[in-house]
């Protein structure tokens, strides 16, 4: 019996449905991808495979899309992932120990894009779609990128990227990210989109009502200030960032969050600035309120702060779904 009939955690349907697309989710976290292209994708995506390392992702993924993503993918055989169409994957930032003479695939061993790039070669997918940090493109004196680029192309696809901005797009957030998205049709032409004109505000997020554990304490506050007047007195522009319903956009949310909040805090008419509540995180990534949060505040905050815009990946997988459209 194999590995995947034992676990049996997923169901895995053998049935082919015409125009239906299979996919499968690296690296998933809480599914932020997965939700871009099932808006888009709708009935004509099927995920029957994903993998996620961190057990309380792994439950907020369940919660949402019934399906418990398998474990630490470095133990997991290519060969007995079922065949798939669309690889998607967030996958970590690592450097490359390259002696020598560049080997492409083989420059990838002993780092988790290797894991993305055996399962691409043993499965040869018609689309990868991979998202990483803005540093990412000059991780390494651009090194990362390089060696991630040729191992695309190495392996047969046409590689396209580009650094998208989510406050760009109705999200309420400055966040740039690094898009790769590579095409085994070669006659593809990709373009990724324009921003949009629509204007966005922090107030469409925000609750109504709040907790008051949200707000936070003197002590923080006062600590907060304090360390932005020293950062200030040294030239640089360290420190909390306080915002309004009527602000545009915030900083970026980062897995930190939960710590102290100084990236994001709303400001609070006569008392301290508040925190994002879990829920408000969610709405600043984009996802929508049927979302189900069933972990620790403390979790929560990592769980978002690590994921990803998801309008902005509905505006890729919108353009995805019409070059696949075209080519059917």
């Given at each position: 019996m194999t590995y995947f009939m034992e676990r049996n955690l997923f169901t895995m349907k053998n049935k082919k449905r015409v125009?239906?697309?299979?996919?499968?989710?690296?690296?998933?976290?809480?599914?932020?991808?997965?939700?871009?292209?099932?808006?888009?994708?709708?009935?004509?995506?099927?995920?029957?495979?994903?993998?996620?390392?961190?057990?309380?992702?792994?439950?907020?993924?369940?919660?949402?899309?019934?399906?418990?993503?398998?474990?630490?993918?470095?133990?997991i055989d290519e060969k007995q992932i079922p065949s798939f169409d669309i690889l998607l994957g967030g996958f970590p930032c690592q450097a490359f120990s390259i002696a020598g003479k560049r080997k492409g695939f083989e420059d990838t061993r002993g780092t988790l894009f290797f894991e993305i790039a055996r399962i691409l070669k043993h499965h040869k997918p018609k689309i990868v779609f991979l998202e990483n940090v803005k540093g990412f493109k000059n991780h390494d004196k651009g090194t990362t990128f390089q060696v991630v680029k040729e191992t695309l192309e190495n392996l047969g696809y046409?590689?396209?990227?580009?650094?998208?901005?989510?406050?760009?797009?109705?999200?309420?957030?400055?966040r740039e990210r690094i898009y790769i998205i590579g095409f085994l049709d070669h006659s593809v032409e990709f373009e990724f989109p324009q921003k949009t004109e629509k204007k966005t505000k922090l107030s469409k997020i925000?609750?109504?009502?709040?907790?008051?554990?949200?707000?936070?304490?003197?002590?923080?506050?006062?600590?907060?200030?304090?360390?932005?007047?020293?950062?200030?007195?040294?030239?640089?522009?360290f420190g909390y960032s306080l915002f309004d319903g009527d602000a545009e956009y915030t900083s970026t949310i980062s897995a930190r969050y939960y710590k102290d909040g100084s990236e994001i805090l709303i400001a609070q008419e006569n008392q301290n600035p508040r925190k994002l509540t879990p829920r408000e995180a969610a709405r600043l990534q984009g996802f929508t309120d049927d979302f189900q949060i069933v972990v620790s505040d403390v979790q929560a905050y990592k769980q978002f702060g690590n994921s990803v815009a998801v309008p902005v990946i509905e505006v890729l997988a919108k353009e995805i779904n019409k070059q696949m459209q075209t080519r059917s």
């Open positions: 125009d239906v697309y299979k996919a499968i989710d690296l690296f998933a976290g809480i599914g932020g991808i997965r939700s871009g292209f099932e808006r888009i994708f709708k009935d004509k995506i099927e995920f029957i495979f994903a993998s996620e390392i961190d057990k309380y992702a792994c439950e907020t993924y369940y919660a949402n899309y019934g399906e418990m993503p398998y474990g630490d993918i470095t133990k046409k590689v396209f990227t580009q650094i998208l901005n989510a406050k760009d797009f109705g999200v309420p957030q400055n925000l609750e109504q009502e709040v907790d008051a554990k949200y707000t936070i304490s003197d002590r923080l506050w006062m600590g907060h200030q304090k360390r932005k007047i020293e950062h200030r007195k040294k030239g640089n522009g």
